[in-house]
């Protein structure tokens, strides 16, 4: 299994959150950098794979909206990957 680590104190908007997953998942240089590509781009993650991200309050707190957006993309994905908030 890999582990990846998001740290959460460098997450604090709806424009860092796609690229900090871009970067630790090795997404194809064509990710959108939104929530239907994320979504698009996690269902072709084929390596089981553990997200743990840290401080994720901070986003949570920022942006509401998007926080719970990003955990349905994850919770509905059929890809091996499962999201931690630490």
């Not at 553990?50 to 890809?79: H, K, L």
Request: hydrophobic share 45%; proline share 6%; glycine share 4%.
């Amino acid at each position: 299994m890999r582990n990846v680590q998001l740290d959460g104190a460098r997450i604090e908007t709806k424009a860092a959150l796609p690229g900090a997953l871009a970067t630790e998942l090795h997404f194809p240089d064509y990710f959108g950098m939104n929530w239907d590509a994320l979504d698009e781009c996690l269902s072709e993650v084929t390596e089981p794979t553990e997200i743990v991200w840290t401080e994720s309050a901070r986003y949570a707190v920022a942006d509401p909206t998007g926080f719970s957006i990003v955990q349905n993309c994850f919770a509905e994905t059929s890809a091996p990957v499962t999201l931690l908030l630490a």
